[in-house]
C-alpha cells in the first residue's frame, strides 16, 4: 500500500515569508508526527497529533509555527514570516497507534530552504 | 528526558565485514526503532524492537529492556548500506526520540 506522502519535496522561500507544508499518513493511521532535522543530526519532534486532536505542540520552535489536521487525515505544517534559522528537511510520520502497534512511518520529507 | 546515545559515531568498511552498531537509552521505553537514512534523505524502516531480537535478512537486532541498550548487527555488507543509522525510542505512542546516528561508509 501508499505510503507517508509530503508535498512539495523541495521548497525555497525568501525570508519573511510564509510557507504551507502538506503530509498525507498512510490511511487509517491515527497518529500523525512532525519532525524537523538539520543538517548532521537526527529528527527532533515538533508536533503529534491523534485524528484530529493536536495533543502536544511543545516541541514547535516558535508561534510561527502552526500545525493542523481538521478532519484527522492530512496534516499542515505552516511556518510564518520564515527566516534563515528555520532552513531543515521536515519530516511527517504516521502510526496505527493500536495496542502494540506504536510503529512510525516516515514520509520523504520537504527540504526548506530559506534565503 | 530520555537520552539516547549511539556508537560508534563514524563506520568505514570493506564490502563484506560484519559491523554491530549500539544504542544506549537512559530511561525505560516502550518502543524502540532502528532506521536507516538513504543518500536522498528517506527514513527506511529497518526494526520495530522494543525487547529481543529479531533478524531481517543480512540485519539483525537485539534488544536487552532491562539493561536500557539495542544492538544492530550488520553482516556481509555491502555499498548500498551505505548511509546513516538511527535508534529512536518513546513511550507508548509519543514523539520518538533519535540518537545522533552512525554514518557508515562501505566501499567496495
Known amino acids: 500500500g501508499a505510503g507517508v506522502s509530503q508535498s512539495p519535496r523541495y521548497k525555497v522561500a525568501k525570508r519573511g515569508q510564509d510557507v504551507a507544508l502538506r503530509c498525507d499518513p498512510i490511511s487509517g493511521h491515527v497518529s500523525l508526527f512532525w519532525y524537523q532535522q538539520a543538517l548532521g543530526q537526527g529528527p527532533e519532534f515538533l508536533t503529534y497529533f491523534q485524528n484530529e486532536a493536536q495533543l502536544d505542540k511543545s516541541g514547535l520552535p516558535s508561534d510561527r509555527f502552526f500545525a493542523e489536521r481538521p478532519e484527522g487525515s492530512v496534516s499542515t505544517l505552516k511556518i510564518q514570516r520564515t527566516q534563515q534559522e528555520d532552513s531543515a528537511v521536515y519530516l511527517c510520520?504516521?502510526?496505527?497507534?493500536?495496542?502494540?502497534?506504536?510503529?512510525?512511518?516516515f514520509g520523504p520529507g520537504t527540504r526548506l530552504t530559506v534565503t | 528526558g530520555i537520552q539516547v546515545e549511539q556508537s560508534p559515531p563514524d563506520l568505514i568498511l570493506q564490502e563484506g565485514a560484519n559491523s554491530t552498531l549500539r544504542c544506549n537509552f537512559s530511561d525505560s521505553v516502550n518502543n524502540l526503532q532502528w532506521f536507516h537514512q538513504n543518500p536522498w534523505g528517506q527514513l527506511i524502516n529497518l526494526f520495530y524492537?522494543?525487547?529481543g531480537t529479531k533478524q531481517n535478512g543480512r540485519l539483525s537486532a537485539t534488544t536487552v529492556a532491562t539493561e536500557r541498550y539495542s544492538l544492530l548487527y550488520i553482516s556481509s555488507s555491502q555499498t548500498t548500506d551505505s548511509g546513516v543509522y538511527f535508534c529512536a525510542v518513546n513511550q507508548a505512542g509519543t514523539a520518538l526520540i533519535f540518537g545522533k546516528g552512525t554514518t557508515l561508509s562501505v566501499s567496495s
Open positions: 524492537i522494543p525487547s
Open positions: 510520520a504516521s502510526s496505527l497507534w493500536a495496542s502494540g502497534s506504536y510503529e512510525q512511518y
